[in-house]
């Protein structure tokens, strides 16, 4: 008999005899995975059998619903970058995910979901708790995959989390079968690093940039739109260097915010139907707009026969098929951003464009008296959404990580927040999920632990999620929650006001008492209605060392203006309900 | 304006990746008029040639979206006249009515069919051509009863080039490699 080669007797160290539950965790921990939100179920419970082993290595967040935890999750990839982590069981388990993985698509947010399924043989028998969710989950993530033998696990989770947080990142879910999870066999890890089927992104594109450059040295009103592809290809600093070269005035998108710094002089302001006035008008008057890492939502454009026909438009995106999707791009920059734009800010001549950008500032001066005015200082005794969100950026030193709902508070959020470093803007844009918030503001401070994280939330929607105030108490978790309190639907409610005769159809909520819920929990909180009050309340959140509810019974009725009506040009964006 | 146009794409052979194909023309109210998958020269890579009427450019957003797919390989589209393609038709008529005249037989020589199968019962005629070519003879045949008729999706070939599959994937290999990917 020869002895056994080498390689072989390497390959054999390499591999330990173990169940595919472990060979789950082990997987995990290659991918460098430190935290995973989930909740246990029957289909899943011998992967939590094996987690109970690694409670050093990992941190598992026990969230009060598996929506809860998909969108904690979200948080966390969000304000680090890195891949969020959940796990759920079959049937209900897996079905509560689907929110937040649809959220995810349609922003981009790099996810691995686990879901349990029931064992191989009963797949298609109607079993207990079974549901095909890699049929439902399909259409809302990046890719999907059923494994039904501990031997696929390896490979399935190392691209899976290539797929995730590769080119334009997105979620991904594998369906473990209960039978995978029991079976034992030879585990050995090789991460992932390229699928033939799958180009993440296509080399720099020096012909296009040559053009863009061109067209930008010759422009006379150049504008640049920045999305959430500037943060997630990590090109801050490049974005910066660039406009600042090129003289160019900016605006970000909603997932754009906190790219670039809120106070920097070429930064004007947010696009969108309650973005700022001055980007909106502007695009419908610069001679070449320059888009990077945005994909043109109707929120941004509004009529798109009515968008920027003026202009030359130069777009830089790594996902080839935003390209042309909705405005069709002269020059089409294919690519990842942070290297697209260093190699632009290289080719493009020094220029200032003075004039251009004091136009965006008289048009800042309009909206500040005409809006801004009176939502950080209004005459009433009411307060505004504006006055408590700019209330807590100041007293953070514009330094904390803002989590916005989905409504006027978001809105608010947005419009008030100032934001001095990258990632510190979640909320969900694409889909507009209610109930995205609380959750998300738990991922978001296990992210970053050492930051302040201010979770603002309606009470519309923090009811919906209300239930995850349980898993900021069993963690300790000290996120602020800032409960814009209406007593309505806000956004909904306004177009009501504007749209639908003032037929409040729906919309008005009798509320518990937030505080004394929060009580419940065990998290400090107060409700205020005053501007004295809220001073001193707000001073107290941010500096009490845990968690904490603060209640703003804010204006009943206030709107969020300026506002392009839905279907109207961004031309004919509105500083107040009266225009 | 809408037209005819056929979509190729070539993927890897997995399951699901069908569901996840005819999605993107379900999500966009888009009928199929046709689909037909099977294996390319490559083994494991399979073909899918797909017919709808659209207006290009809600075709060339759909081709985009099939080829985001991470296990689809490559995707595009023709207008009918850019390709050859054929589709395959199979009649079965009652052996009786052939006995009885010369005029199926005729109609089988006229049209290029031919005849796979005649039993005491019944006779299966085979036709391959386009669809207005396999309907004609649907007709004729029908005057004297057709028993079944059953039509094929379209396969499809470019008139531009060869199927170059192995060629493909070496660039593919090259361009894979050409990427500097961020490493986190």
């Known amino acids: 008999m020869t002895a056994p080669s080498k390689e072989f007797m390497e390959m054999k160290q390499e591999a330990i005899q173990m169940t595919g539950a472990e060979a789950v965790i082990r997987s995990l921990l290659e991918e460098g995975v430190e935290t995973i939100f989930g909740y246990p179920g029957g289909a899943i419970m011998p992967v939590y059998d094996a987690l109970y082993d690694f409670d050093k290595q990992v941190r598992h967040i026990l969230t009060r619903h598996e929506q809860g935890a998909v969108h904690a999750a979200q948080g966390y990839a969000r304000v680090t970058g890195k891949v969020g982590v959940c796990f759920a069981t079959s049937g209900p388990g897996a079905t509560n995910l689907i929110t937040g993985i649809a959220d995810a698509m349609i922003d981009s947010t790099p996810l691995v979901c686990i879901t349990g399924q029931v064992a191989s043989p009963l797949l298609g028998t109607d079993a207990f708790q079974e549901s095909d969710v890699v049929g439902i989950s399909m259409p809302?993530?990046?890719?999907?995959?059923?494994?039904?033998?501990?031997?696929?696990?390896?490979?399935?989770?190392?691209?899976?989390?290539?797929?995730?947080?590769?080119?334009?990142?997105?979620?991904?879910?594998?369906?473990?079968?209960?039978?995978?999870?029991?079976?034992?066999?030879?585990?050995?890890?090789?991460?992932?690093?390229?699928?033939?089927?799958?180009?993440?992104?296509?080399?720099?594109?020096?012909?296009?940039?040559?053009?863009?450059?061109?067209?930008?040295?010759?422009?006379?009103?150049?504008?640049?739109?920045?999305?959430?592809?500037?943060?997630?290809?990590?090109?801050?600093?490049?974005?910066?260097?660039?406009?600042?070269?090129?003289?160019?005035?900016?605006?970000?998108?909603?997932?754009?915010?906190?790219?670039?710094?809120?106070?920097?002089?070429?930064?004007?302001?947010?696009?969108?139907?309650?973005?700022?006035?001055?980007?909106?008008?502007?695009?419908?008057?610069?001679?070449?707009?320059?888009?990077?890492?945005?994909?043109?939502?109707?929120?941004?454009?509004?009529?798109?026969?009515?968008?920027?026909r003026q202009a030359k438009v130069i777009h830089l995106e790594i996902d080839p098929s935003e390209i042309d999707k909705i405005i069709k791009a002269d020059v089409a920059v294919l690519g990842d951003a942070k290297k697209s734009l260093r190699m632009l800010t290289r080719l493009v001549k020094k220029q200032e464009h003075k004039e251009w950008v004091n136009e965006f500032h008289q048009a800042a001066d309009i909206e500040m008296e005409q809006v801004i005015q009176r939502d950080l200082f209004p005459a009433k005794a009411g307060l505004t959404m504006g006055e408590v969100v700019?209330?807590?950026?100041?007293?953070?030193?514009?330094?904390?990580?803002?989590?916005?709902?989905?409504?006027?508070?978001?809105?608010?959020?947005?419009?008030?927040?100032?934001?001095?470093?990258?990632?510190?803007?979640?909320?969900?844009?694409?889909?507009?999920?209610?109930?995205?918030?609380?959750?998300?503001?738990?991922?978001?401070?296990?992210?970053?632990?050492?930051?302040?994280?201010?979770?603002?939330?309606?009470?519309?929607?923090?009811?919906?999620?209300?239930?995850?105030?349980?898993?900021?108490?069993?963690?300790?978790?000290?996120?602020?929650?800032?409960?814009?309190?209406?007593?309505?639907?806000?956004?909904?409610?306004?177009?009501?006001?504007l749209f639908f005769e003032r037929r409040y159809s729906f919309t008005e909520m009798v509320n518990p008492n937030f505080v004394k819920i929060a009580e419940g929990f065990g998290i400090p909180g107060k409700q205020v209605t005053t501007r004295e009050e809220l001073q001193v309340a707000m001073k107290e959140m941010i500096e009490h060392p845990g968690p904490y509810l603060l209640d703003v019974l804010v204006e009943k009725e206030d709107n969020i203006f300026p506002m392009v009506p839905s279907g109207a040009s961004v031309s004919d964006i509105l500083l107040s309900a009266e225009e | 304006m809408k037209e005819e146009f056929i979509i190729s794409a070539y993927s890897e052979n997995h399951i699901g990746l069908l569901n996840r194909i005819t999605i993107i023309f379900t999500r966009r109210k888009v009928n199929i008029e046709s689909l037909t998958v099977s294996e390319s020269a490559l083994r494991g890579i399979s073909k899918f040639t797909i017919v709808v009427r659209e207006e290009r450019s809600r075709v060339e957003n759909i081709v985009k979206q099939i080829e985001k797919q991470v296990d689809v390989l490559k995707a595009y589209f023709h207008m009918n006249d850019e390709m050859i393609f054929q589709e395959i038709a199979l009649y079965k008529v009652p052996t009786q009515a052939l006995m009885e005249s010369d005029q199926i037989e005729r109609m089988v020589r006229q049209h290029n069919a031919r005849i796979l199968e005649i039993t005491k019962d019944y006779t299966v005629i085979e036709k391959t051509g386009h669809k207005e070519e396999t309907q004609e003879l649907f007709e004729g045949l029908n005057r004297f009863g057709v028993l079944q008729f059953i039509r094929s999706g379209r396969v499809a070939i470019t008139r531009s080039s060869n199927e170059r599959l192995s060629e493909f994937l070496a660039e593919r290999d090259a361009l894979l490699a050409s990427i500097e990917m961020k490493s986190n």
Not at chain 1, 156 to 176: H, K, N, T, W
Not at chain 1, 219 to 241: C, D, H, N, T, Y
């Open chain 1, 140 to 308: 809302v993530t990046k890719w999907n995959y059923q494994i039904t033998t501990p031997e696929e696990i390896p490979t399935a989770i190392a691209q899976a989390f290539y797929i995730a947080r590769s080119g334009r990142p997105g979620p991904v879910l594998l369906d473990l079968t209960k039978d995978a999870q029991f079976g034992k066999f030879d585990f050995s890890y090789t991460r992932c690093e390229k699928i033939r089927s799958y180009v993440p992104e296509y080399p720099l594109d020096k012909g296009s940039l040559k053009t863009a450059a061109d067209l930008i040295d010759g422009a006379k009103k150049p504008f640049l739109l920045f999305g959430q592809g500037v943060i997630l290809s990590g090109a801050e600093r490049e974005l910066q260097e660039f406009i600042e070269k090129a003289g160019i005035p900016a605006a970000g998108t909603l997932l754009g915010l906190s790219a670039l710094d809120s106070d920097h002089k070429l930064h004007t302001g947010m696009l969108g139907m309650h973005g700022n006035y001055g980007p909106n008008i502007k695009t419908n008057e610069c001679d070449v707009l320059i888009a990077v890492g945005m994909r043109f939502d109707d929120r941004v454009t509004g009529d798109v026969k009515r968008y920027a």
């Open chain 1, 390 to 497: 700019r209330m807590s950026s100041e007293l953070t030193n514009n330094h904390s990580v803002v989590v916005a709902d989905v409504g006027q508070n978001q809105m608010a959020a947005a419009r008030y927040s100032k934001f001095s470093q990258t990632r510190s803007h979640i909320s969900s844009g694409g889909l507009g999920t209610m109930g995205f918030g609380l959750p998300a503001a738990i991922g978001a401070k296990i992210g970053a632990p050492d930051r302040d994280v201010v979770a603002f939330v309606g009470d519309g929607g923090l009811q919906m999620t209300i239930q995850e105030l349980g898993t900021i108490a069993q963690e300790h978790l000290p996120v602020k929650v800032v409960v814009l309190n209406n007593h309505f639907l806000g956004m909904v409610r306004q177009w009501q006001q």
